[in-house]
């Protein structure tokens, strides 16, 4: 190279130096392509990109989410091996995540026969820990494990879901919420011991003209005194112009439970709340079974006129449905979704009974009111649309 092609490709370099040290909107524009993760430490290399970070963060940020399936490679969880890695690669800095897994492979019992001891104790307070540390310190994380998932795999909203039940190999997804003006998301937890008027109003269930969802999953509701405590939570829930959706679940893994011994029923969930906040959902009851009744059930949804950007579904359903209630077909309800909105990502899970109804606010009218009694079912697939602004 030549003395005259060396100070051509230095003046260059000056220059691109110049702008990126001194032009904030291209500097700006440029971070707008960086991942979260490594958006916080470019943050660190001089005011200028400090700043222009900053604003970065500040623009609205969507719901994110990692999902995995199949054998795990490790010892953990095949979420949790590649929930590290992914979560390098997202376009938000989360504040609460929701995370779902299969019982069965989380607790081991897939691996009762010819594993070795540490690849049974997927349960085990160190994988639980693992799991927290891939989010930001203080970063609410709930952890929910149950017989089924449904989940959408990563990358595109439009990617077809996919239903797990048990026997079908691990699944399992992290749900990401940022943090967005005009939207609040309060996690809540309670127990026997710890549940109150006070407690409900404090986690923003009760006196709270603002709560537009509450996502609620319950464990060891067989139990006893099962049943009036769940009760407790949905008799006020009731009578809210709310949406409420869920269902009971065989164990929750995070956050950790202080208040109630190993047995004891318990809750946990978020509460959104928010202007910018829609919900709806549509209950596809027992004599749904076919797949032409479903997609026509689910597309009753339409009637909302809900945002497709940055909205999520969510599917609640009977571990007694699935292929085996579709005389064998696979995936009807997660396809039916998606046929309807083709554009919106699905999550969930198949429980040991499902909460919700039919609900439905078109123009601050809600075309169908609900008791505590109608908001409890079996056999069911509670099917929902949450709209984060």
Known sequence: MGENEEFAVSLQDSKAAYVLSNVAEVVERILTFVPTKSLLHIASVCRLWRNCARRVLRTPQQVSWVSA????????HALCSVLAEEVEKVFLLPKTVLTMVDCQAFNGQAYRYGQSKAKRSRHSLD???????????????IGIAAPGIVLTPTGLCSSP?????????????????PSVEGLHIKPFHFCKKSISPTALQEAGLVDNPELRVVLMFVYEAYNTGGSRFLNKILEPLAKSKALIAGGLVDTVFSPT???????ACGVVGLALSGPKVQGASVLLDQDITNPKAAEATIRRLKAAKIPERNTIGLMFACLGRGSSFYNNQANVEAEAFRKVFPNTPLFGLFGNGE???DRIVKDDYTLCDTDTESLQHEYTTVMTLVHLG
């Open 69 to 76: 399936c199949g054998p795990s490679d490790t010892e953990a």
């Open 257 to 263: 439970r202080h208040c109630c011994s190993q047995g």
């Open 161 to 177: 879901p996919q239903e797990y039940q048990e026997g079908e190999g691990e699944a399992g997804f992290a749900l990401m919420f």
């Open 127 to 141: 994988t639980i820990e693992e799991l927290n540390l891939v989010f930001p310190k203080g970063c609410d994380v």
């Open 355 to 357: 909460i919700g109804c």
